[in-house]
């Protein structure tokens, strides 16, 4: 295990954001896996399981079973962890600038189609090898100022050269939950089974480049622009949300972080066997998910518990308003399952109630939540 550190400077003057990060295996010919956690500095559940993580890895090294390469970042957003108001902990948007951490990773496309366009082959592993590097190279064309913008460069840079990228985040009280697109699908289904994940949302594109899709895209991309070459997927991609914000607990991040470690053991990271168990759930279009917004201020309640599989008319949630006592029923205009509600129980007009996983398309535009 090595232990590495990228140094970002912030605005202030003589003001530093220190990034860390964890290295297995640099010297094997396995698979690449690359774990996140934090990016939205106010989710801890992903932050605690990405560092048991490092501690199951330095067993696993120690007992000579790490085969692959493995690149741990357990708090992937210093910027935002000394981020508070009043104090809160505020990690989800920059401060400065009000931007979502997890949005506006650069596209390299274009760029890589320019890099790799005379010089892809019929030989699928050397095409590989060959974007992998044009993606390090078109990244490294674009040179950020902003932290934040820095931030994502440092991290797309440590994620490009990994086959698996895993992004850990959480809700505000969720059931483990994953997004995915189509391309990574297959490959990510044993992971949610290992993790029991009550909904797998799946879209080609979600919506504002978060920093899965960005890692992903450019392969699937790059594959329909040289259709007489052989290119595999070469990144395979998700975001997994580990509950809720107060699921901060060390016997869950245990088992979260166990895991992962099965699933690594399922990729070839790590020698051994693991037994994959049965989906808890099938998976489902992003744009099928139910965003339930509140219609008018006041007091929530919720007379469905998570997890709940709403039928279409059903009531998800109830709003009280404390001045009049008037009751106003908020029903689902879909069926599916009831998978992440906000951790407040007061709601402002057209607040976010709640998330269910439906099996019929019937959104588009941007799918995820601001």
Avoid at 161 to 177: K, Q, R, T, Y
Avoid at 225 to 238: E, L, Y
Wanted: glycine share 10%; proline share 7%.
């Amino acid at each position: 295990m090595h232990e590495h550190f990228i140094d970002i400077p912030g605005r202030g003057t003589g003001t530093i954001h220190r990034l860390t990060w964890f290295s297995f295996g640099g010297g094997n010919d396995g698979p690449h896996v690359y774990v996140q956690g934090g990016l939205h500095a106010d989710e801890g559940p992903g932050m605690l399981a990405a560092r048991l993580l490092v501690d199951r890895l330095i067993e696993e090294e120690g007992a000579g079973r790490l085969t692959g390469r493995v690149t741990v970042v357990p708090a992937a957003n210093p910027l935002a962890l000394g981020q508070f108001l009043h104090g809160d902990q505020q990690g989800r948007f920059d401060h400065y600038d009000g931007r979502n951490f997890n949005r506006d990773y650069p596209d390299l496309t274009a760029r890589v189609i320019k890099l790799v366009g005379e010089t892809l082959t019929d030989d699928p592993l050397t095409n590989t090898a060959r974007i992998r590097q044009a993606l390090l190279q078109a990244l490294e064309t674009i040179v950020p100022s902003a932290p934040s913008d820095r931030l994502r460069h440092a991290l797309m840079r440590l994620a490009l050269p990994a086959d698996v990228v895993i992004d850990l985040h959480c809700d505000g009280e969720a059931e483990v939950h994953l997004y995915t697109q189509p391309v990574s699908l297959e490959r990510v289904l044993p992971l949610a089974a290992l993790t029991h994940c009550r909904a797998v949302l799946v879209a080609d594109v979600s919506g504002g480049e978060p920093f899965d899709e960005a890692l992903t895209k450019p392969w699937h991309a790059i594959a329909k622009a040289f259709p007489d070459k052989v290119i595999p997927q070469g990144c395979t991609s998700c975001t997994l949300e580990l509950r809720g914000r107060m699921d901060v607990d060390r016997k869950l991040a245990a088992g979260d972080a166990a895991a992962l470690v099965d699933y690594l053991r399922y990729l070839g990271v790590l020698a051994g066997h693991s037994t994959i168990p049965a989906l808890s759930c099938e998976p489902t279009p992003l744009a099928g998910s139910e965003a339930l917004v509140a219609p008018i201020a006041g007091l929530v309640s919720y007379p469905v518990p998570l997890g709940h599989r709403v039928r279409e008319g059903e009531v998800v949630a109830e709003i009280t308003d404390p001045v009049t006592g008037d009751l106003h029923p908020v029903r689902a205009s879909t069926s599916g399952v009831f998978y992440a509600r906000p951790a407040t129980r007061i709601a402002e007009i057209h607040k976010r109630l709640g998330k269910i996983a439906g099996t019929r398309s019937f959104r588009d535009g941007p799918l995820l939540s601001p």
